[in-house]
């Protein structure tokens, strides 16, 4: 056994990531082209086999079933992929082009370090709450990450739509309405955030058992540090698209840094829960790091000096909205009229403020 798994299971895993990344490129140029319609069928084919595959082979199957369902998610993407890395392959009619290799090296080689510190940044936590305060409290905290996996899935989806968009803005370099588009994605997620904080209490009743309800507060700070990365990520695109990776990487470090340096001074005076608060500041760090970095792009023609495509003054506030809404939530964990009346106060408002910027258009 290697990395306490199956012989057979560490084979499909290294086959997986050869052909896995051909579904991403086939999906990243399909949105770069509006073509949406066939990744649409796509996703649904996969996320409907990904699902049925697995429960299938799990019913019948023998011997250790969790080996069974590993294998079955892992034959199912292969099997899923294959078919992209083919259509790929034959519609490039090259397996090698040396431009495009050493490209895609020297492109991603600067970048190592910023995906590195990113694993860090996402898994340190749990790591060093099971290190510092035992398995269960990481599995309590664990609980609470599981609802921000659903926000960090739904950002890099919008974004995936977004970027495309962007980047012709920035081709073009008509900066002037990325702003207004950046805005109304911040307060589409930070209305997504806000819900999932104001129903925190319910979701985690039917995600766990009762010994893992106290998660229910480290949520909050999970989930609006989660909201925070948008801030990242619309700086990180703009980084990509200058070729400033080095740029990217200092700053997912800088935050890497010290997010195991305040773990490692909090969680023995505070526990877990202190790993959720020093999260939040880590990728308000973050993201302010990498706005200030963007700011600083020039153009090897000098036709981009000094840039400030966001406006992060009015972006903080819309953060600073979220984060004191969710504030609020989470007081009224105890009160469940309260809480809900406070956040159909908001979607109704969200909705006028929504109806109003359309038929104002």
């Not at 140029?29 to 084919?45: N, Q, W």
């Not at 990365?229 to 997912?252: D, G, P, Q």
């Not at 009346?341 to 006028?352: D, S, T, Y």
Request: charged fraction near 10%.
């Amino acid at each position: 056994m290697m990395m306490g798994l199956p012989e057979q299971v560490v084979v499909l895993m290294f086959i997986s990531f050869i052909f896995q990344p051909s579904f991403e490129y086939w999906s990243a140029r399909s949105r770069y082209e509006y073509r949406y319609k066939g990744l649409l069928v796509a996703t649904i084919i996969y996320s409907v086999i990904s699902i049925i595959i697995p429960v299938v082979a799990v019913l019948n199957g023998n011997g250790n079933l969790g080996t069974v369902k590993i294998q079955a998610n892992l034959m199912t993407v292969i099997a899923f992929s294959l078919v992209f890395y083919i259509y790929i392959y034959f519609k490039g009619k090259h397996f090698y082009v040396k431009e495009y290799w050493k490209y895609a090296f020297w492109f991603n080689l600067p970048l190592l370090p910023n995906y590195l510190s990113n694993i860090i940044l996402g898994q340190s936590d749990r790591i060093m709450i099971g290190s510092y305060c035992g398995e269960e409290a990481a599995g309590i905290y664990s609980v609470a990450c599981y609802l921000q996996t659903g926000v960090t899935v739904i950002i890099g989806a919008v974004n995936s739509a977004f970027v495309p968009w962007l980047y012709e803005r920035l081709e073009s370099q008509s900066y002037g309405t990325i702003q207004k588009q950046a805005e109304q994605l911040l307060a589409m997620l930070g209305f997504l955030t806000f819900g999932i904080v104001s129903c925190a209490p319910e979701l985690i009743k039917i995600m766990a058992p009762e010994k893992y309800y106290e998660a229910v507060w480290a949520v909050p700070p999970v989930v609006v540090g989660t909201y925070l990365t948008v801030m990242y990520t619309l700086c990180a695109n703009v980084e990509i698209f200058y070729e400033k990776r080095v740029f990217m990487s200092c700053a997912t470090m800088i935050a890497a840094g010290m997010n195991i340096l305040l773990n490692y001074l909090l969680i023995p005076a505070f526990g877990y829960i202190a790993c959720a608060y020093t999260t939040v500041f880590c990728y308000l760090v973050y993201g302010i790091a990498h706005y200030e970095f963007m700011c600083k792009i020039r153009t090897a023609d000098g036709s981009v000096s000094d840039l400030h495509i966001y406006d992060m003054h009015r972006n903080i506030v819309i953060y600073a909205v979220v984060a004191v809404l969710s504030t609020g939530q989470m007081l009224l964990y105890q009160t469940i009229v309260w809480r809900y009346a406070l956040l159909i106060c908001v979607l109704v408002i969200a909705v006028i403020k929504g109806g109003k910027k359309y038929y104002a258009k």
